[in-house]
């Protein structure tokens, strides 16, 4: 018995066991979310495809290293560090897009929070009421509509591609702007706080290629401004005269007035959340997910 115990006492005096102190373990958490953060960005965006294609090189490369196939492994060595940059420029649009969506993400402001409850709200409710009025006045009618709502992050270069307005909300001034054979009906509103700031500015088109073949550039447009800011995009469709609200890159469809407006008043109170957003009734198109 004695000598199965000082075997088993020796045994593990071969073994390292080594120090595992808070930071080590407060790194191995860091690592993990980044990890996880990195599987789902990939999954949610074509980079996932791209990468499955990378998989696929890579066992080939591992099958002619077992094999020795020196012809194979000599093209892969030599190639390698154009492959690199390859990659780097097939990946530019998602690493671009992971880019913005990390600058979205208030971290800093975070840290900073005093814990006050206080709610400023973006714009005023009689903004809402006018907003509303006339999306659904012009959804009546089947008159295009296109208005973007700033929110954190500022939509300066897309202005600047419009014509200045500056002036309050009203349902006369929006239906006015997008009434047929007018001036400034072609484009996108956008809208900071209580003001329209610009008409006819250009959005950029979403590039997703799981957006629903039936819509159109306008809907497209409204997509694509959600994918590249936390804005909120109201759109009226053309052709069928239906509400739909882009945001984070998903598209909700067929909305009524109360909906609409309950949409608002996340963003009036500085409160977007997309998942929430799910929560409320809108045919969603098969969209990105953020």
């Given at each position: 018995m004695e000598n199965i115990l000082n075997a088993f006492s020796s045994f593990f005096k071969t073994i390292y066991f080594p120090q595992i102190h808070i930071t080590d373990i407060?790194?191995?958490?860091?690592?993990?979310?980044?990890?996880?953060?990195i599987i789902?960005?990939?999954?949610?965006?074509?980079?996932?495809?791209?990468?499955k294609g990378i998989a696929v090189l890579a066992f080939c490369w591992l099958f002619a290293a077992i094999f020795e196939l020196n012809t194979i492994l000599w093209i892969f060595r030599n190639t390698i560090s154009v492959g690199i940059i390859a990659i780097i420029i097939i990946f530019q649009p998602e690493l671009r897009n992971a880019l913005e969506q990390l600058g979205k993400r208030n971290f800093i402001a975070s840290l900073f929070d005093n814990g006050s409850n206080e709610k400023k709200e973006r714009f005023s409710a009689k903004t809402t009421n006018e907003l509303v009025k006339a999306v659904f006045?012009?959804?009546?009618n089947k008159t295009g509509a296109l208005i973007v709502i700033e929110q954190n992050v500022a939509l300066g270069d897309y202005e600047r591609t419009g014509i200045p307005i500056d002036a309050m909300v009203s349902s006369q001034?929006?239906?006015?702007i997008f009434e047929h054979n007018t001036p400034l009906h072609d484009g996108a509103v956008i809208m900071r706080n209580n003001r329209i700031v610009a008409a006819t500015c250009y959005l950029p088109l979403s590039d997703n290629l799981e957006i629903n073949k039936e819509l159109g550039t306008r809907h497209r447009a409204g997509i694509g401004i959600s994918e590249v800011s936390d804005s909120m995009t109201i759109i009226v469709s053309e052709e069928t005269g239906d509400v739909s609200v882009a945001?984070?890159?998903?598209?909700?469809?067929k909305l009524d007035a109360d909906n609409l407006k309950k949409k608002l008043s996340y963003i009036q109170n500085n409160s977007l959340d997309v998942k929430r957003f799910r929560l409320w009734k809108g045919k969603k198109n098969e969209g990105k997910t953020s």
């Amino acid at each position: 018995m004695e000598n199965i115990l000082n075997a088993f006492s020796s045994f593990f005096k071969t073994i390292y066991f080594p120090q595992i102190h808070i930071t080590d373990i407060l790194e191995i958490l860091l690592i993990s979310f980044l990890l996880y953060q990195i599987i789902c960005w990939f999954k949610k965006s074509r980079a996932w495809t791209l990468l499955k294609g990378i998989a696929v090189l890579a066992f080939c490369w591992l099958f002619a290293a077992i094999f020795e196939l020196n012809t194979i492994l000599w093209i892969f060595r030599n190639t390698i560090s154009v492959g690199i940059i390859a990659i780097i420029i097939i990946f530019q649009p998602e690493l671009r897009n992971a880019l913005e969506q990390l600058g979205k993400r208030n971290f800093i402001a975070s840290l900073f929070d005093n814990g006050s409850n206080e709610k400023k709200e973006r714009f005023s409710a009689k903004t809402t009421n006018e907003l509303v009025k006339a999306v659904f006045e012009m959804s009546k009618n089947k008159t295009g509509a296109l208005i973007v709502i700033e929110q954190n992050v500022a939509l300066g270069d897309y202005e600047r591609t419009g014509i200045p307005i500056d002036a309050m909300v009203s349902s006369q001034l929006l239906v006015n702007i997008f009434e047929h054979n007018t001036p400034l009906h072609d484009g996108a509103v956008i809208m900071r706080n209580n003001r329209i700031v610009a008409a006819t500015c250009y959005l950029p088109l979403s590039d997703n290629l799981e957006i629903n073949k039936e819509l159109g550039t306008r809907h497209r447009a409204g997509i694509g401004i959600s994918e590249v800011s936390d804005s909120m995009t109201i759109i009226v469709s053309e052709e069928t005269g239906d509400v739909s609200v882009a945001v984070g890159g998903e598209l909700f469809r067929k909305l009524d007035a109360d909906n609409l407006k309950k949409k608002l008043s996340y963003i009036q109170n500085n409160s977007l959340d997309v998942k929430r957003f799910r929560l409320w009734k809108g045919k969603k198109n098969e969209g990105k997910t953020s």
